[in-house]
């Protein structure tokens, strides 16, 4: 359903803002070419991203699997883009099957993304013809105050940026089979991302001689036409999107993709900042914790994928054998063993007065000791020196 239907405004409401838009001025008192305020935040796994540009907010969640390629590109991963509207986010928007708008929405950052090769799918592959990543980016709209398009296409970059996929190795007899590694035992890979296509969408008011930049709710529902060029820092045009509408001169179109260029620019670097520092403070967190998730990395299992008679994966988890532990877990009460023998007997030689006297204050510790454990060093080396002794003042 279009949100149009929700909110129309009334012939007062749209004479106020179309003539505001001719003194270069906006409801929320921007300029024409100004940008809400954009936040990124990231979620505590990789791959989660949200973000507010004014009061539109989307998530995006970014995943993968292993499935078998397109037998046109063997070589190649694939990324799909999938957008939900909730009805939480505008009421306008029902449940089930998506409508118009989220179908645009999701066409509109996909082929940004996959035409202009933002990703690189041929690092996704791990076997030929049989095995590849498909990457799957998840975009949830939380609020609608405008311009979807726009917020959604930099959440699906965020999103993109930070998500980390399992590493795997090729091994076997055939040299087929194919062993995902958990995250504990070797650290996960980013994808290789050549640049990152932004969005910028201007709205156009009366016969297409105003246009403005991050149209709001309301701008929208009194526009007569809209158009999204995605371009990125460069200033390389990755693809153009114009929904009907009012018409456009092209020497407007050039003036929009200038303005684009520098907006675009803009963006990229507010993104390099947001994921760099996540990634720094990810890492910070990791060595804290790097003492204690050490041991577990010896017991994490690796998961093998193993195709099966119908052409399906399967998962094998090797474990590490049990006596593998014992044998860990037992030398150091031995060694501890030593040392109490290796320290005794010293004190013996510089103080067998002293030693004796704790043999009396201890008691009936000392014969169960004794019962329980043989005969040690101690007990061999002290009556030689006390012959020795006696030697010495006989003498």
């Not at 979620?43 to 292993?66: F, H, K």
């Not at 996704?124 to 917020?151: E, F, M, P, T, Y």
């Not at 001169?249 to 507010?270: H, P």
């Amino acid at each position: 359903m279009d949100h149009h239907q929700r909110w129309r405004p009334t012939v007062n409401e749209r004479e106020f803002i179309e003539r505001a838009l001719q003194s270069d001025l906006r409801v929320d008192g921007r300029r024409p070419f100004d940008f809400r305020r954009l936040k990124i935040l990231f979620g505590r796994e990789d791959g989660s991203a949200e973000v507010q540009l004014g009061d539109t907010r989307v998530m995006g969640y970014a995943t993968a699997q292993l499935v078998q390629p397109y037998k046109d590109r063997p070589n190649e991963g694939t990324l799909a883009i999938f957008t939900e509207f909730s009805p939480m986010a505008d009421p306008a928007f029902e449940p089930g099957r998506p409508g118009e708008s989220a179908i645009e929405l999701g066409r509109v950052v996909d082929r940004g993304l996959r035409e202009s090769r933002a990703v690189d799918m041929e690092s996704l592959c791990v076997v030929a013809g049989k095995h590849v990543w498909s990457v799957r980016v998840d975009l949830h709209i939380l609020d609608n105050g405008g311009n979807l398009i726009d917020a959604a296409n930099i959440a699906a970059l965020a999103a993109l940026s930070t998500f980390r996929r399992p590493e795997c190795t090729v091994g076997g007899e055939d040299g087929q089979q194919v062993t995902v590694h958990d995250p504990e035992v070797r650290d996960p890979l980013p994808l290789t991302i050549h640049h990152l296509p932004i969005a910028v969408t201007f709205a156009y008011f009366g016969e297409g001689n105003i246009m403005v930049i991050d149209p709001t709710y309301k701008e929208e529902a009194v526009m007569g036409g809209r158009m999204t060029a995605t371009i990125n820092s460069n200033g390389d045009v990755c693809s153009i999107q114009k929904a009907g509408g009012e018409g456009v001169m092209s020497s407007v179109i050039m003036q929009c993709l200038r303005i684009a260029s520098v907006k675009a620019a803009d963006i990229t670097s507010k993104i390099k900042n947001e994921v760099n520092s996540y990634t720094s403070a990810k890492a910070l967190q990791k060595v804290k914790r790097l003492p204690a998730s050490a041991l577990k990395k010896d017991n994490a299992p690796d998961v093998a994928m193993k195709e099966s008679s119908d052409g399906a994966l399967e998962t094998q988890s090797t474990k590490p054998s049990s006596d593998g532990q014992q044998i860990n877990k037992e030398p150091p009460s031995v060694v501890e063993d030593n040392k109490q023998e290796d320290v005794e007997p010293m004190l013996s030689e510089c103080n067998p007065e002293a030693q004796s006297e704790s043999r009396l204050t201890a008691g009936g510790s000392d014969e169960m000791q004794e019962a329980i454990s043989p005969k040690s060093l101690k007990d061999a080396v002290k009556p030689k020196h006390k012959r020795k002794k006696k030697q010495h003042s006989k003498s």
